[in-house]
């Protein structure tokens, strides 16, 4: 359960400030669930978690697990980019020991590494090093299968996997998440023979993570997938209450108060490098979502106490046009103690017999109230721990919220027309047929 604290913002927001946008954030939530707002034709994210415990799809995708298991891959190439790779990347790198590969444990899951969600020479050319020397499978994710990252990359992928395995071989290594029913992806998933999961019409990149998307990497990597899905269902009833205690609806009410004061960039702070991810899905999220027609809150993340040693003084002392949501860990999964030195030449002994955590509970209290008396409004959300039911209903609290918060805004929360303006430039300067003119217009302006 994500539990919402607004504390940090009394010196900032009056209650009657707050209660006039908590009012907003409740109409915004009745066009959402009565689906009669802008880009109301994606929002099959909404009911995802209590849908998908009532489906095969987890077992569908343990299948392929089984299956892979059963020919020794020990390396999954997971293709996307934006939505098709961060909430899965997000959630590897928040379940995963941050050092397992050091550790090298046998008969694990298989190690996931991505690609498609650049177009560095060397970042493939590395990763290729990588897949020859392991037993090799790849997940593509993609709608349309012409998104040029991932489509550069899985040509490449599936190159190699063909070679190396044989065109047979190479179908049973290879698994699709694309459309239902069109598209050059699933043209070829369908010759070629793949397995196929479905990403439904309805539901953008963004808001995908509990689809198939982020489902099958999740799965693959060994972790529990239910109970991320009934994490979720948990915020999906919490989320969809038409009161002030819905903590979606306060977040929402809370950020758009501040934001209508000024303050236009809005800090994610992690304590825990586990959630670093986090913030970089939530940025996609809110940025993609938000960032119209001259509006929006510009998303940014740290991770604390790190980052207090570099973006600390800005934070402290810069531009006052920032707010803070800080995600609080309440539980360590592990326990260390700091012991005795009898010489202290750190002058540390103080800390004897405390945690580890301690120190880092503290150092988050201490930053609040710093920033709090430097001109920093902080949103606090807290989860009990970092698992699997947790960080679902991370997921869907932060999908709700967007979508009750880029509606307050006066949005559509669910396209991203600005998208394509760098796609276009890119096809000319490559040479795609059909934008020889304006290959020619952006020529004469270099």
């Known amino acids: ?25 409740l109409a915004a939530l009745e066009v959402l669930e009565n689906e009669t707002g802008a880009g109301n034709d994606f929002l099959g994210w909404k009911h995802l978690p ?19 298991k059963s020919k020794g891959v020990d390396l999954v190439v997971v293709i996307g980019i934006g939505g098709s790779y961060l909430g899965a990347k997000c959630a590897l790198e928040a379940l995963s020991h941050q050092f397992g590969k050091q550790l090298k444990n046998k008969g694990e899951a298989p190690e996931i590494v991505f690609a498609g969600q650049n177009l560095s020479e060397e970042y493939m050319c590395e990763l290729m090093d990588l897949v020859q020397e392991r037993n090799a499978a790849c997940v593509v994710i993609s709608k349309s299968g012409t998104t040029t990252e991932p489509a550069v990359a899985f040509r490449l992928i599936k190159k190699y ?31 070629e023979g793949y397995n196929t999961f479905v990403i439904e019409d309805n539901v953008g990149g963004r808001f995908s993570v509990l689809t198939p998307v982020g489902i099958l990497p999740i799965v693959l990597a060994g972790f529990d997938m239910k109970a991320m899905l009934e994490g979720a269902l948990e915020m999906e009833k919490a989320c969809a209450e038409k009161c002030g205690c819905n903590p979606a609806i306060q977040y929402a009410a809370m950020r758009n ?21 986090l913030g970089e899905w939530w940025k996609q999220l809110y940025g993609e979502s938000e960032g119209k027609n001259g509006l929006g809150i510009f998303p940014a993340s740290v991770n604390f106490t790190t980052d207090l040693h570099s973006m600390g003084q800005y934070i402290q002392d810069g531009e006052r046009t920032l707010m803070e949501t800080v995600v609080t860990v309440e539980k360590s999964n592990r326990s260390m103690l700091i012991e005795n030195d009898p010489q202290n030449l750190d002058g540390l002994n103080f800390l004897t017999g405390k945690h580890v955590e301690e120190c880092n509970a503290m150092a988050e209290l201490g930053t609040k109230l710093a920033h709090i008396d430097g ?20 997921f869907y609290f932060f999908e709700k919220a967007c979508g009750i918060s880029g509606y307050m805004l006066g949005v559509n929360p669910f396209d991203q027309p600005g998208v394509e303006a760098y796609k276009k430039n890119m096809f000319a300067l490559l040479g795609k047929p059909g934008y020889e003119a304006q290959a020619e217009a952006l020529k004469a302006r270099l």
């Not at 994500?2 to 954030?25: H, I, P, R, T």
């Open 375 to 394: 001109g920093v409004p902080q949103i606090s959300l807290s989860i009990e721990r970092i698992n699997e039911y947790n960080l679902g209903a991370l």
């Open 257 to 277: 108060a501040l934001y209508n004061q000024g303050k236009k960039i809005e800090i994610l702070v992690a304590y825990n490098p586990k959630l670093t991810f």
């Open 1 to 25: 359960m994500v539990k919402v604290n607004l504390g940090g913002c009394n010196s900032f927001v009056n209650e009657a400030d707050y209660e006039a946008y908590v009012e907003k954030a």
């Open 161 to 191: 996997i063909e070679e190396k395995y044989g065109k047979a071989e190479a179908a049973e290594r290879i698994v699709a998440v694309t459309d239902k029913a069109r598209g050059a992806l699933k043209g070829l998933a369908t010759q």
């Open 50 to 68: 209590s849908e998908t415990l009532n489906s095969t799809l987890v077992a569908d995708c343990e299948a392929i697990r089984d299956l892979w």
